[in-house]
């Protein structure tokens, strides 16, 4: 699952129930405030999911 957020909050929560989580850095908070909580970060809505995307395959078990 992927969660594109765009609050630190939104994270930690998708991290919380198992998703994979970007962050949208033309959202809510700025942009420094959600590099300094470490999440991964796209300056768009494309960029995010092809992000979230990548990560989640990386997680994903090998079949």
Known sequence: ML????AVDDADA???NGAVAVLHTG??????????????????????VALGLRLASDL???R
């Open 60 to 62: 994903a078990p090998a």
């Open 27 to 48: 959202g809510l908070h700025h942009p420094a405030k959600l590099a300094a909580a470490g999440h991964p970060l796209a300056d768009s809505l494309d960029q995010a």
């Open 14 to 16: 998708a991290h919380a």
């Open 3 to 6: 969660l594109v957020g765009d």
